[in-house]
């Protein structure tokens, strides 16, 4: 049986992991996830793009979800840096929006896009990728 995640889902799960990352912005570590957190979240390999600054990640688990957060403030670079990672791991983009776009494989679901939240520094972006 496949997999099949509906752009309306990913939409409604990227708002709540977005609140989320807000509320928990106090309980963020300063840097970019270890190997053994991309790995759990199936994101091994992603490595920190250059230039990027501010960074800092959260990682949780709200059964059935977990979910990991990485902010950061992007370098010239780090668009194509995330997408093409995205990409040429078999990732699919579901949606790509101005602000956000969206990513899936079977079980996991990720955003990546701007952060407009005060409570991070200015021109912040995210990933957050989440298994169910």
Same mark, same amino acid.
């Given at each position: 049986m496949k997999n099949i995640v509906k752009v309306s889902e990913v939409i409604a799960l990227a708002a709540l992991v977005a609140a989320a990352a807000s509320a928990q912005a106090a309980g963020f570590t300063a840097s970019w996830p270890p190997a053994n957190v991309l790995t759990t979240y &199936? /994101?091994? @390999? !992603?490595?920190?793009?250059?230039? /990027? $600054? +501010?960074?800092?990640?959260?990682? +949780?688990?709200?059964?059935?979800? %977990? $979910? !990991?957060? /990485?902010? #950061?403030?992007? &370098?010239?670079?780090t668009e194509a840096a995330v997408t093409g990672w995205f990409t040429a791991n078999g990732w699919i983009g579901e949606?790509?929006? $101005?602000?956000?776009? #969206?990513?899936?494989?079977? @079980? %996991? $679901?990720?955003?990546? &896009? %701007? !952060? +407009?939240?005060? +409570? #991070?520094?200015? &021109?912040?972006? #995210?990933?957050?990728?989440?298994? !169910?």
């Open positions: &199936g /994101i091994q @390999g !992603l490595a920190q793009p250059d230039g /990027i $600054t +501010n960074v800092q990640y959260t990682a +949780n688990e709200q059964r059935p979800m %977990k $979910t !990991l957060t /990485i902010v #950061f403030v992007p &370098g010239p670079a949606q790509e929006g $101005t602000d956000w776009d #969206f990513y899936h494989v079977t @079980g %996991k $679901t990720a955003a990546y &896009g %701007k !952060l +407009n939240d005060s +409570n #991070f520094p200015a &021109g912040s972006y #995210f990933i957050s990728v989440t298994s !169910l």
